[in-house]
């Protein structure tokens, strides 16, 4: 398997609450400098709101395919979770280290990223990124498991 897990000819979908804004805004900057082309779902404040209206857009663009991952953060990561697992096709998966975000990819083919910005310094939110972007799926006796979501 290629080093590259994500097509980098289709862009990263991006999105949180009022508590991942800050994070939302600097990983969008740090992809950009990547050379992904970054879909920004909002919010675009600090200004208090409601998860689910972030979460759906980017789970949307990676379930049909107009997104090659998708990034979520609010401040716990379960609601923005929770909300993108409900996509058929998504399997997104709530990480607080560059272990975690690496496993999402080695053994759950996770195409969603989802960020706790109250539990996670953003340098760690920055490496889990990476971590998750250029990690493989292994395939093998992972992909049976996965096929059974």
């Known amino acids: 398997m290629s080093n590259l897990t994500f097509d ?3 862009p990263i979908a991006i999105g949180c609450d009022h508590a991942g804004f800050e994070y939302k805004e600097k990983l969008g900057k740090m992809l950009e400098a990547a050379g ?3 879909l920004d779902k909002g919010t675009y404040s600090l200004d ?3 998860y689910p209206d972030y979460a759906h857009p980017v789970a949307l663009l990676v379930e049909e395919g107009n997104a090659t991952a998708g990034i979520l953060i609010c401040g716990s990561g379960n609601g923005v979770c929770m909300t993108a697992n409900k996509h058929q096709g ?3 998966a709530l990480c607080w280290n560059e272990e975690l975000a690496s496993l999402a990819r080695l053994h759950n083919n ?3 990223l ?3 910005s109250r539990f996670v310094s953003y340098m760690i939110a920055e490496l889990m990124t990476d971590v998750f972007l250029n990690t493989a799926f292994e395939g093998g006796r992972h992909e049976k498991r996965v096929n059974k979501i």
Do not use: F, G, M, Y
Request: proline share 6%; net charge positive.
């Open 110 to 112: 996770a195409n969603v």
């Open 90 to 92: 998504i399997r997104a």
């Open 36 to 38: 992904w082309q970054v």
């Open 48 to 50: 208090s709101t409601d």
């Open 114 to 116: 989802c960020i706790p």
């Open 8 to 10: 980098k000819s289709l």
